[in-house]
């Protein structure tokens, strides 16, 4: 094989997550290139070293939510929740950087600051934040999707006298909460995990809802042995299941439809995958996604569940007052979450009807009230997946920047790469169905993909890919067609489309074709010897 010039790396990897330790792994010990992370974090673990806020947990159940490339890890490690809680999840992620031996080649408190493109060198020449320099053949992000926090822009902050949070950020040593009044904005996945356990500390928790949310219990629970030992014994069928499925996790959606059935029969079976809990209720009926009639079923369902859960009937209205289909935004699942408002310190604000006009020194002033705050919770969500990227001065062939290329929206193939930045692999990048899935099942096949094509490359002494304009036009036809045959961009409001960040394009970034479809779309690819892309010497 041939090695790159100089001090030159064969490959770069921004960030040191589930993704970066994973391509790290691949392409040091199973290709024997000379690789290197660059995290801008003190610790590994990406999402799960920032996301330290309160009820914070995976919405995937833990036998799914792991690597599934080595059999001597899956035996070893032995996760205790249904669903893995952060530190857990943290503690699993340092585990696999120490058992594979690859914080040598992580640089830890290293933010990249720009990357450039040069041409005559075939190099990616990478400046981080404190000012040094790396290069290397290939450049890597393994950035995340939602790790660029979203601190909407509220006039005032700056004059509040309390402390303020997002949840994405959060401060490691905690926050107490005893004797103070909180207030919380927004009500995502995250802002449901962390009402229930903000409301159980706090004097008082004021809860400042822009649009009425679904949830469906996730019945957590500890795992007892006979499980444990069940997942142990089967994490080949396990593996064969996530891998098969549309959304990477370990159930398969029904092929009934809900409009096929009874009332009654419905009613049961919803009544069921209630009581069962977790991401699975969506897979109660085929057509949820697809058929606005299928989907009204399931919104009736929840509204008459949230109703009997919230005793104030004003609460409860607020709560199901939906603008969108269920889980035409990501579905969040929860612990207690509508049971909270039936607290004596909780108080749901509607900011809908009367916006959040300034934060003050002493609180929040809405259009028509202020709320006295000593701490303010934004659980706000991200600049989901192009604001990572979109974040570093990356710049391709001819001095292009991203920002050039994506002004109208991300534009990818295969959401893997980029026309005009040869040899830069974007890791669950836009136009991917990563977000749409299970996430680590979504992570193996991108990094086993660019690994295999970098394999693909040296193995016929090639030292460049990119992707073609038209297959890149392509692409984003076929993700608009995949979005527009759903329900999904229905819901105005979506992160999926940009839509939480005032002035971000609005365009549908992931890929609603299902993870096992894009699999085979990817295999295929690669079989017809990187169809699509430009391999040069
Ligand atoms: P999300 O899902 O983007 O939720 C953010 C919430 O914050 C949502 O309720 C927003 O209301 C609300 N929000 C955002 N900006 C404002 C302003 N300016 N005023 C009032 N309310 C606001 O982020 P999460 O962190 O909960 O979840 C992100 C993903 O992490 C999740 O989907 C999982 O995949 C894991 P809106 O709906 O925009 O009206």
């Not at 830890?108 to 990616?124: K, P």
């Not at 499925?245 to 029904?254: A, C, D, Q």
Request: aromatic share 10%; hydrophobic share 40%.
């Amino acid at each position: 094989s041939k090695r790159v010039d100089g001090d030159a790396l064969d490959a770069l990897i921004i960030g040191a997550g589930f993704s970066g330790l994973y391509q790290l792994y691949l392409l040091r010990d199973r290709l024997g290139l000379k690789a290197q992370v660059l995290e801008a974090a003190d610790g590994v673990g990406g999402t799960w070293y920032w996301n330290r806020y309160p009820g914070a947990r995976c919405d995937s159940e833990s036998h799914s939510y792991c690597y599934s490339f080595s059999k001597e890890l899956q035996q070893e490690w032995e996760w205790t929740e249904r669903y893995p809680e952060q530190p857990e999840i943290l503690r699993y992620l340092n585990h696999v950087a120490d058992r594979f031996d690859l914080r040598r080649d992580i640089r830890l408190g290293t933010r990249v600051a720009a990357a450039r493109y040069d041409e005559a060198g075939n190099l990616w020449h990478v400046t981080t934040a404190s000012g040094d320099h790396l290069s290397a053949r290939f450049l890597i992000t393994a950035v995340g999707c939602l790790s660029t926090a979203n601190v909407p822009k509220i006039p005032g902050l700056e004059s509040f006298a309390g402390s303020w949070y997002h949840t994405g950020e959060w401060p490691h040593e905690g926050v107490d909460f005893r004797g103070k009044r909180v207030g919380q904005i927004g009500t995502g996945s995250t802002g449901i995990q962390a009402v229930p356990v903000i409301a159980a500390t706090a004097q008082h928790l004021t809860v400042f809802q822009r649009t009425a949310n679904y949830s469906v219990p996730a019945r957590n629970a500890p795992l007892d042995a006979a499980f444990k030992r069940w997942v142990k014994d089967n994490y080949d069928a396990i593996r064969d299941v996530t891998r098969a499925t549309t959304n990477g996790h370990p159930f398969t959606i029904s092929d009934r439809s809900a409009l096929e059935v009874t009332p009654e029969e419905r009613q049961a079976l919803y009544e069921q995958a209630w009581e069962k809990g977790g991401l699975q209720f969506r897979a109660t009926f085929r057509d949820l996604l697809v058929d606005k009639a299928a989907n009204d079923t399931a919104v009736d369902f929840l509204k008459a569940k949230i109703r009997a859960i919230v005793k104030d009937p004003k609460t409860a209205a607020l709560l199901t007052a939906f603008d969108h289909p269920y889980a035409t935004k990501r579905p969040p699942i929860d612990t207690d979450y509508f049971e909270t408002y039936n607290r004596d310190n909780v108080t749901l604000v509607d900011v809908r009807t009367a916006p959040i006009e300034r934060i003050t020194p002493g609180g929040i002033r809405t259009r028509d009230a202020e709320y006295p705050l000593d701490i303010i919770v934004f659980a706000t969500g991200f600049d989901a997946m192009t604001g990572p990227l979109l974040r570093m001065d990356i710049r391709g062939r001819g001095g292009l920047t991203l920002q050039e290329a994506w002004d109208a929206g991300p534009r990818t193939y295969l959401g893997l790469q980029v026309a005009g930045f040869p040899n830069l692999f974007t890791v669950t990048g836009p136009g991917s169905p990563s977000v749409l899935c299970n996430m680590p099942v979504a992570i193996e096949q991108h990094a086993e993909w660019i690994a295999d094509c970098i394999a693909h490359l040296r193995d016929r002494g090639l030292q460049r890919i990119e992707a073609k304009p038209e297959a890149v036009e392509r692409w984003v036809a076929q993700v608009n067609e995949a979005a527009d045959a759903t329900l999904l961009p229905q819901a105005a409001s979506s992160w999926y489309l940009g839509a939480n960040v005032p002035g971000k394009p609005r365009v549908f970034m992931p890929y609603t074709g299902g993870m096992a479809h894009y699999r085979s779309i990817c295999d295929g690819v690669a079989a017809r010897g990187y169809e699509g892309f430009a391999l040069t010497d």
